[in-house]
């Protein structure tokens, strides 16, 4: 399933949580929660480091982060996090 993690703030600190604390870097960049403009290199950076998580994920427009998900996944986490 698709979940957009701006709707979605505790998956959002769930997939913080998840990130390397050893890269401040992509740390800073996923708690600014895209308040600003971002490099395409930063984002194209962010996907490769999510995919090796397990996760697929798309920056749309908007600026909003789209998470491809198992619904599963999705309704264990929510139940956990939220």
């Given at each position: 399933m698709l979940v957009s993690l701006n709707k979605n703030r505790w998956l959002w600190k769930y997939i913080y949580e998840r990130v390397d604390k050893a890269?401040?870097?992509?740390?800073?960049?996923?708690a600014n929660t895209f308040a600003k403009t971002v490099p395409q290199e930063i984002n194209v950076r962010?996907?490769?480091k999510f995919e090796?998580?397990?996760y697929k994920l798309r920056f749309t427009s908007s600026r909003d982060v789209i998470i491809s998900i198992k619904e599963e996944e999705y309704v264990y986490l929510k139940l956990k996090y939220e």
């Open positions: 890269d401040p870097e992509l740390r800073d960049y996923l962010v996907l490769r090796t998580l397990g």
